[in-house]
């Protein structure tokens, strides 16, 4: 499996950006499709955004959609998700994970297609 280390989270005022990074080990990233949850407290963790292995699709969230991009470089082993226009309901913590599900086209959504996990990352958006 491989180890994810999401950075970046933080507090923010509503309409502001953050850009989350999610660096993993080892030597072969570019073989995992990498995704972004988020679990907000009382609430079951949902599906944010994924990337396929070679960056080509992206699948979002209805609820985030137009406002979160997420980008990839498998040259530094790290995914990344620019968020934008945020408002208070963004407010959780956010996590990596990664999946050797599907094919290098497939951009993964279940969280039962993600293998490894990282530890997460608060974003608080104030309003």
């Known amino acids: 499996q491989v180890q994810l280390v999401e950075s970046g989270g933080g507090l923010v005022q509503a309409g502001g950006s953050l850009r989350l990074s999610c660096a993993a080990s080892g030597r072969t990233f570019s073989s995992y499709g990498m995704g972004w949850f988020r679990q907000a407290p009382g609430k079951e963790r949902e599906f944010a955004g994924a990337i396929s292995r070679n960056g080509a699709n992206t699948v979002y969230a209805d609820s985030v959609k137009g406002r979160f991009t997420i980008s990839r470089d498998n040259a530094k082993n790290t995914v990344y998700l620019q968020m934008s226009s945020l408002k208070p309901e963004d407010t959780a913590v956010y996590y990596c994970?990664?999946?050797?599900?599907?094919?290098?086209?497939?951009?993964?959504?279940?969280?039962?297609?993600?293998?490894?996990w990282g530890q997460g990352t608060q974003v608080t958006v104030s309003s």
């Open positions: 994970a990664a999946s050797r599900y599907g094919t290098s086209w497939y951009a993964p959504r279940s969280p039962a297609d993600f293998d490894s």
